[in-house]
């Protein structure tokens, strides 16, 4: 078979033509899988990014460290847990703490005992921490003399720590005294 000028010319433009269309199929093709990809890479859910910021709910829990008639203990550590979650504050100079929760539910309260206290409320505390609410715990605590046995050759001392006035100390910062308690 003889191929004539006229059908090596259909022959070239359907070459061509067959070769546009397959370019132009391969085009959308890949543009259609471009989209597929930008959209899927934002519609999936990554850990640290919260599809909706509206569904996760955070809670505080507040309260106070004093000790029965209300003096505040400042410097105190309280602490929370939830499963891995963990969060500590110190109290402030008025004995007040504020935790902020990142989910809402049933949390563990704890205090470190500041010096020479006990507690006389439950320590730790389990508290529910519901949405848009503030839990409060508050932690009653007891002084206790602090003794020392101070020993200089054969002469023994027994001592009471006390702060500059006298008293039991609050603060683990503050300066602490020995006051002789032995009868004179």
Aim: proline share 5%; with cysteine; charged share 20%.
């Amino acid at each position: 078979m003889k191929l004539t000028k006229q059908n090596r010319k259909r022959m070239v433009h359907h070459t061509i033509e067959k070769g546009i269309t397959i370019t132009l199929i391969t085009i959308a093709l890949l543009a259609a899988i471009i989209c597929l990809t930008i959209l899927l890479g934002c519609s999936s859910s990554d850990n640290e990014i919260d599809p909706d910021p509206g569904m996760t709910q955070t809670g505080e829990i507040k309260g106070t460290v004093k000790d029965e008639n209300g003096n505040p203990y400042p410097s105190t550590l309280v602490s929370l847990a939830k499963g891995i979650e963990k969060n500590t504050r110190a109290t402030n100079e008025e004995g007040a703490f504020t935790l902020v929760t990142k989910d809402i539910g049933s949390y563990d309260v704890e205090m470190a005992l500041p010096l020479s206290t006990e507690a006389v409320s439950a320590n730790p505390n389990k508290i529910n921490v519901l949405g848009d609410q503030a839990a409060t715990v508050d932690f009653v605590i007891r002084p206790k003399s602090l003794e020392a046995h101070l020993n200089f050759g054969d002469v023994q001392l027994l001592e009471e720590i006390v702060d500059k006035d006298g008293n039991t100390p609050t603060n683990a910062n503050e300066p602490l005294f020995a006051k002789n308690i032995l009868p004179h």
